[in-house]
């Protein structure tokens, strides 16, 4: 029978820490990746997230717009419609028994005049919005083509950075899945949870100039001898990352 891989048990902690250490390699290489896209892809998303923003305010204007028509086509009407009224109460004073019905018809033309006053007056208050909301599909259609343009720009850009970092980005998450699949889940679940509650990303730092790698407080000397044994896992007492020696040797990743 072919010889089985090792279990979590049969791997030694030398080899724990260095497939901690690789790991972190790998991450460190793709976070250089998302480096150099820097914010652009948070900026991508703003200027689309306005574009829809600007697009559903001129789709409102624009419905205002057409409600504010409709509005001045029917005050015209009901404009249109006094000016009948006022007519056939003048025609009909002429025709009037007494005072009585004189004054009432006196009276209707009087409403009806001011019914057109007020029609008139409402026209030219819809006229004047629908002039400001013009206005405002004009501005915000101008700012939508600049943010249009700025989003082909952006969008060019980072399609030409993925494009170049693509395919190094996905050999690498390869590479660190398969890692992953090595380092036993307590160790992965710290390792992820120190790598997040950092600002550097660094889990796995080595020993430099007697210090610790990750937050540069000084390694005393016998804790080090421990550290270069590689016989346990330890942790700086200080910032809690994970502490390999210099010398630890892992296979070449990033060739």
């Not at 976070?31 to 923003?53: A, F, M, N």
């Not at 790598?195 to 790698?213: M, P």
């Not at 000084?218 to 270069?228: D, F, G, L, S, V």
Request: hydrophobic share 30%.
């Amino acid at each position: 029978m072919p010889t089985e891989a090792k279990t979590e048990k049969e791997i030694t902690v030398e080899e724990k820490l260095k497939a901690l250490y690789e790991l972190q390699t790998v991450s460190t290489e793709i976070d250089k990746i998302k480096t150099l896209r820097g914010e652009l892809p948070l900026e991508v998303q703003d200027l689309e997230d306005e574009i829809v923003g600007l697009q559903t305010r001129i789709e409102h204007y624009s419905e205002e717009l057409k409600e504010q028509e409709r509005e001045i086509a029917s005050r015209k009407i009901e404009i249109e419609d006094s000016k009948a009224k006022m007519a056939k109460y003048k025609e009909q004073q002429d025709n009037v028994r007494n005072n009585r019905e004189y004054d009432f018809l006196t009276k209707e033309i009087e409403f009806q005049s001011l019914e057109i006053e007020l029609s008139e007056k409402r026209i030219q208050e819809t006229q004047a919005a629908i002039t400001f909301k013009t206005e405002e599909i004009a501005n915000a259609n101008t700012l939508l083509n600049d943010r249009k343009g700025d989003l082909a720009q952006k969008q060019s850009e980072l399609e030409e950075i993925v494009s170049e970092t693509k395919q190094e980005e996905e050999r690498l998450r390869e590479r660190a899945k398969e890692i992953e699949s090595m380092i036993e889940s307590r160790l992965l679940t710290a390792f992820k949870r120190i790598r997040k509650n950092v600002r550097n990303g660094l889990s796995v730092v080595t020993i430099q100039r007697d210090a610790c790698g990750g937050c540069f407080n000084k390694i005393p000397p016998q804790r080090q001898m421990e550290i270069r044994l590689r016989k346990k896992v330890i942790v700086c007492e200080y910032c809690g990352r994970i502490l390999v020696d210099p010398d630890i040797n892992i296979p070449s990743t990033l060739e």
